[in-house]
Each structure stands twice: as structure tokens, then as C-alpha cells.
């Protein structure tokens, strides 16, 4: 299955397009994770949004963000055991 950039997904597509669960795509809604526009009671996912979520360069960032956390905790509890 192809994303497309400028096509709108609903809840359920998005789903099956990330091969996640309900519960996994309404969590990534609700921690911002995945921008979205609510219709009514349902959520619309537009395309580039899901593109975004799957970029190499997304994930870099997120690596990134992850060794510098980690690097800061250990330096606080290096700092600690001094």
C-alpha cells in the first residue's frame, strides 16, 4: 500500500497503513505524535502526516533526542556518585 501525500486517511486506514493497532494510532493522537483533524467524533490523517511519521529523517531526529537524554541522565548520576 502506497501513502499518498495529499490523500486524507481515517483512523482505520491509518491503522492498517502503519500495521499498528487502534489503541497505538489513537495514542500517537493523543500524545501529539501525529497531527490530526477531527471531523465530527472521528479523526482525518492527511497523508503527509503519516510521511512524516515514517521519515528516516524523523527517526534520526528521534535517535538523536534519545543519546542526548541518555547522555545527560549519566552525566547526572556520574555526577552524583562523586
Request: charged share 40%; net charge positive; aromatic share 8%.
Given at each position: 500500500m502506497e501513502i499518498k501525500e495529499y490523500e486524507v486517511y481515517t483512523h482505520q486506514e491509518t491503522q492498517a497503513l502503519l500495521k499498528v493497532s487502534s489503541s497505538t494510532v489513537t495514542r500517537m493522537i493523543k500524545k501529539g505524535l501525529m497531527r490530526t483533524a477531527k471531523v465530527g467524533k472521528q479523526?482525518?490523517?492527511?497523508?503527509?502526516?503519516?510521511?512524516?511519521?515514517?521519515?528516516?529523517?524523523?527517526?534520526?531526529?528521534?535517535?538523536?533526542?534519545?543519546?542526548?537524554?541518555?547522555?545527560?541522565?549519566?552525566?547526572?548520576?556520574?555526577?552524583?556518585?562523586?
Open positions: 479523526y482525518r490523517i492527511l497523508g503527509k502526516e503519516l510521511l512524516r511519521l515514517v521519515s528516516p529523517k524523523l527517526e534520526d531526529k528521534a535517535g538523536k533526542l534519545y543519546n542526548k537524554a541518555r547522555k545527560w541522565m549519566h552525566k547526572g548520576i556520574d555526577d552524583k556518585s562523586r
